[in-house]
Nanobody, 116 residues
């Protein structure tokens, strides 16, 4: 079992920045992929960015060049630095991890609101 606790988020103006962090606890030794999803009102949840245990990253096209995902394996944390925010980045952001047994875990979600 893995527990995820998110922090960060909040309200920002367009062009501003926010930083999300997620700390994993429990059976963290089996985690391989860590990432962030988001869900805007009335839309499906989508992958924003992920990082593998080896450090490879992947981003949805809409955030490339603006968001940076990073992880600290020693601290079992994953961070999403969000710059040049746009109103369309508004949504609930969820931390997500998967382990080597293909089990997945979700954080409780944190609200990000970007005003124009």
């Amino acid at each position: 079992q893995v527990e995820l606790v998110e922090s960060g988020g909040g309200l920002a103006q367009a062009g501003g920045s926010l930083r999300l962090s997620c700390v994993a606890s429990g059976s963290t030794f089996m985690i391989n992929i860590m990432g962030w999803y988001r869900q805007a009102p009335g839309k499906q949840r989508e992958l924003v960015a992920l990082v593998t245990s080896g450090g490879s990253t992947n981003y949805v096209d809409s955030v490339k060049g603006r968001f940076t995902i990073s992880r600290d394996n020693a601290k079992n944390t994953v961070t999403l630095q969000m710059n040049s925010l746009k109103p369309e980045d508004t949504g609930v952001y969820y931390c997500h991890v998967s382990n080597i047994l293909a089990r997945t875990y979700w954080g409780q979600g944190t609200q990000v609101t970007v005003s124009s």
